[in-house]
């Protein structure tokens, strides 16, 4: 699947210096090192410009531009960005969404 052009990665050459790796510790410790829409916290967390670098360069190092999250709502989000529609949700896929993560949880609380 080819990337359309105006969704190309703007923001790699922000992510790929040293002031972005500075910012992205302080935005990490400012948000609590958890995820702002889900509140996950294990895993590998992600900093999200909440305006696209492609719209709002002058945004990019800006730190109230930035959230952290996870990779499944980062994910979420920049889809919804590009034109995708949101997820399917129901209340049967949310509760099976829940007991997996209590699974997760209890398996690796169990070790």
Not at 52 to 63: K, N, S
Request: aromatic share 4%; charged share 25%; hydrophobic share 30%.
């Amino acid at each position: 699947m080819a990337v359309k052009a105006e969704h190309h990665r703007h923001s790699k050459r922000v992510t790929s210096t040293r002031r972005w790796q500075v910012l992205r510790q302080a935005v990490l410790e400012r948000d609590g090192w958890a995820c702002v829409d889900c509140g996950q916290t294990r895993g590998r967390l992600e900093i999200d410009h909440v305006q696209p670098v492609r719209l709002r360069p002058d945004l990019a190092f800006d730190p109230a531009n930035c959230a952290t999250r996870c990779p499944p709502c980062h994910t979420r989000k920049t889809r919804i960005e590009c034109g995708h529609p949101p997820p399917i949700t129901s209340p049967e896929r949310d509760a099976w969404g829940q007991a997996v993560a209590e699974l997760a949880t209890n398996e690796t609380g169990n070790t």
